[in-house]
Every structure is written in C-alpha cells, then in structure tokens.
C-alpha cells in the first residue's frame, strides 16, 4: 500500500521526530492534541492537527475512539504510537487495521505474547534465547515461590507478569524475605496493571542492561541494528544509553544478533523492536521484548546512519528491506542524555514556563526536543524534555562532545536534569565505561 498520510499518536519530542521522518518523505502528518498542549511544538509543525480530548491522557491521548475519528476525519491512512500510551496496546493496534489503516509497529498477535512477559519469556524459551533463571511461568502459591527459589539461589526477584516501568518488582534476599516480597510484588501489580499474576527471576547482582534493535519486513526479512547500553538507571528508568556497549565485541554482538534474528524470523515478526538482556559475566539474559521505538533509538541510528522511523514507514508499507546484514555497519560510538524536568537532586517533577531554550549544536551534535522559548511545559504528561545525543569517532570523543554541548545547553525557567547529566560525565567510572545497574542509584545518593 502507499502511505501517503500518517496521524501521529503522540506529543512531544517522539511526536516531532516522527513527524521529520514523514516529511522528508513526502508524507503528510496529522497531529492529535490534548487542550493543554494546543500550542505544543508537534501541533504547530505538522500538516493538520485535531483536538483529541482534555488534558489527562486517558482522555485524549489514550482516547482510542477520538483518535480513530480524528484519522477518519483527515483521511489518514496510517497510525504511528511512537511510544508509551497506546503503543504497546494490541487492541489498538488491531482496531487501527480492523479501520483499514496500517499500524506502524508489529502484529497484534506479538504485541499482545510480549506485553505479557510470562508468555514473552515463554516464547523465547522456545526460540532458543537464553532466559534468567527462575520459575516457568507464573508462580500459583508462595510454597511454589519458595521451591523455584531454593533451586535457582537467592537473592530472588518476584515481579508482575503486566509488568512496565519497573514496577510490580520486589527482591527477596533470602527466605526470611521471600513472603513479604511475594505479597507487595503481586498488591503492587494488582494496583498498578489491574493484574497480580507474578513470577520469579534470579537476581543478577551485577548486570549491565544490554539491548538488541531488531526490524523485520513482511517478506521474511529481519535485521539487528546492533545493541545499545542502557545500564544508568533510576529506579529502572533509563538517563544515559550508549551505542556500542563498552563492554561487547563485534564478536559478541555478531552472535547474540545471529540467534535473535534467527528466532524473529521464525516469530514472524514485524516492524521494530528491541529484546532487553541483562548481561553478566559475558552471558546474556533475556528480560523482555520492546514491541515499539524506544526513547533511546537515535544512538542505534547515529551509529548505524539509518532512520528508524524511515524504515518502520517502508516496511509498514510492505516494501522489502532491500539489504542485508552484512549491509549494516557501525561507525564509532553515539551517547545520548535523556534531560527531564526534574529537580536533578531530588527529582520532583518541575513543569512550567521555559523562558529561555538554548539547543546545543556542531558536529555530531542531536537535540530532538519539542522545547521552545516561551514554551510551558505541561504537568499531565512524562517529565522528558529534550534528547542530547552525541555521535564521536571513539566513545571518549562522544564524551567529550557530551561535555561541551551540555554546558553549551540552556533550559531556563523550569529546573532540568541537566547538572545531573554534567556531573555524570565527569566521573571517571563512567568515562571508564565501568558501571552496572546499579551504578546510578550510588552516584545520585553520593550527590545528597
Ligand atoms: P519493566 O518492564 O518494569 O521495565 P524489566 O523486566 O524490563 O521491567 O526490568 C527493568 C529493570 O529492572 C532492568 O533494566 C534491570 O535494571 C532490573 N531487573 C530486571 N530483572 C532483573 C533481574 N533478574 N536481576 C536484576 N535486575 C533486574
């Protein structure tokens, strides 16, 4: 099918970089905004835009009904999530193409086995990705908890089938522990995704989390793009991700790519994606599968020099990839900084008016951010505010880069993560490219 229309399911940075994707291809776009952001940065770029709703999300950008109006309406015959809200919800995905738009991500039926990570890791059991230890499926009693974890070892991880965002999660580091872990894990999950099914995984102490971006056309075709580096976390939400990972080789990266290739093709999967490992002592993990773009995409494309947007829009239009894997270079080393508007010492969110917005820039330089002076920043929606990501020759350059733009980066009015992000890369760990999982957590207690 041509795609000639696209409605952008989305706001903010994601919103815009979807939007210059489809523009340099001769794609016309069609915002949906709530009432809070009608004067936001995607709304006054793209080709047309509707009012979908009020300002909370389930409202407007998590209104199925107004969104599939507003695509009928403009005569758009695709739908891009970007990601969060309705991106990794299978029913509306399947709703999109029941209204005979095309869904610019994965089939329903893969949205719908990895959301659910039971069943996810269940697949991948069965494709042959190696897995954490821990129990096989969902756990039906605390006795059975108890038994898987005896067998694997504690320290322990009880966490919620539904789970996202790090929630739902509970270590237990011993039997003593095991109980209450159980029973927060699954009243957690039961708060929060209206589900309080749970397994159990073994907790790695010392992991890197490391992940593979995949893309799948529908002629059988599926590549990887290589892995990112997302190991700086705060409480399991990721600030800093790097392409390559300091501590994988060609080698390593070649064979993980291999098998997950291997077992997507065999999936039949669709469009963009990406498999979470976490990775210790040279092993990987699967943790869980990304049905989306993820936030921390434009590292894999600077390094790759390919658009991923571009190609979700080809392969959503049934084009064949048209190269291989052997086509698929990595050049140097890309970093990006997730800069929020938080307080970057206690991290209370700090929406309001940008008075000035200063975007760094020079060679490898990205800002993708729909900030502007005068811009309010909106308190209904995710803290993120702007993308710095920095391609460099070797990854001390991409530091070095990072540096100067971040000084050279303004975002007055409104407090930002920024002097969080400066001291970060001043630290000799990070520039040692030493750090797991855990890394962060310290890092930001030592600043207190
Ligand atoms: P969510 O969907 O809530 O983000 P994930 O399964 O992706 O949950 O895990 C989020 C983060 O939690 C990981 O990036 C990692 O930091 C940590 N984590 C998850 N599983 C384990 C484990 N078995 N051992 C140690 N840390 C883990």
């Known amino acids: 099918m041509r795609i000639g229309k696209v409605l952008i399911a989305n706001r903010g940075e994601i919103a815009l970089r979807i939007h210059r994707a489809c523009q340099e291809m001769g ?8 009432t809070a952001d009608a004067a936001a940065m995607h709304v006054r770029l793209a080709d047309e835009s509707v009012c979908i709703g009020p300002a909370p999300a ?10 599939l109006s507003a695509a009928a309406i403009t005569g758009a015959d695709a739908v891009h999530p970007g990601y969060g809200f309705l991106s990794e919800n299978a029913n509306f995905a399947e709703m999109v193409e029941a209204h005979g738009l095309a869904f610019i991500g994965p089939r329903p039926e ?24 821990g129990s096989r499926g969902a756990l039906a009693s605390v006795e059975e908890a108890r038994a898987v974890a005896a067998e694997v ?5 009880i966490k919620a089938a539904a789970g996202g ?3 739902g999660m509970k270590v237990a580091r011993s039997e003593e522990e095991l109980e209450e872990a159980w029973r927060v894990a699954r009243t957690e999950a039961k708060a929060a995704f209206g589900d309080d099914a749970v397994y159990l995984e073994k907790y790695l102490d010392r992991p890197r989390h490391i992940e593979l971006q995949v893309l799948a056309d529908t002629h059988g075709n599926v590549v990887h793009f290589g892995e990112r580096d997302c190991s700086l976390q705060r409480r399991h ?12 080789s060609a080698a ?19 469009n963009a994606g990406t498999l979470e490992f976490l990775w210790q002592d040279g092993q990987f993990a699967f943790i869980e599968m990304n049905t989306r773009l993820q936030v921390e995409h434009p590292v894999t494309e600077m390094v790759c020099g390919i658009d991923l947007v571009k190609e979700q829009l080809r392969v959503a239009a049934g084009e064949p990839l048209g190269y291989d894997q052997s086509e698929i270079r990595f050049h140097g080393h890309a970093i990006e900084c997730r800069i929020t508007a938080e307080d970057p010492d206690s991290f209370a969110p700090s929406p309001g008016r940008v008075t000035t917005y200063h975007a760094p820039g020079g060679l490898g330089v990205r800002v993708d951010s729909a900030l502007y002076s005068g811009y309010s920043v909106p308190p209904h929606y995710d803290s993120l505010v702007a993308k710095l990501v920095v391609h460099g020759v070797t990854r001390a350059e991409a530091i070095a880069r990072l540096r100067r733009s971040l000084a050279e ?13 400066r001291a970060i890369m001043e630290d000799p760990e990070f520039q040692a490219g030493d750090y797991t999982i855990h890394w962060l957590e310290r890092f930001v207690a030592k600043r207190m």
């Open 27 to 34: 794609i016309r776009t069609v915002a949906v905004h709530s």
């Open 58 to 67: 389930r409202d407007s950008y998590l209104n199925v009904a107004a969104i």
């Open 110 to 133: 893969h949205i719908r086995m990895m959301g659910d990570k039971i069943a996810a890791k269940d697949a991948m059991r069965r494709l042959g990705v190696p897995l954490v230890p």
């Open 153 to 157: 070892k504690y320290p322990v991880l």
């Open 165 to 167: 965002g790090g929630r």
């Open 237 to 248: 939400q990721k600030l800093v991700e790097e392409a390559g990972s300091p501590v994988l």
């Open 252 to 270: 390593e990266r070649d064979a993980l790519g291999a098998q997950v290739t291997r077992a997507l093709r065999e999936l039949g999967y669709r």
């Open 409 to 421: 980066m303004v975002v007055d009015g409104i407090s930002t993560t920024l002097p969080l992000h």
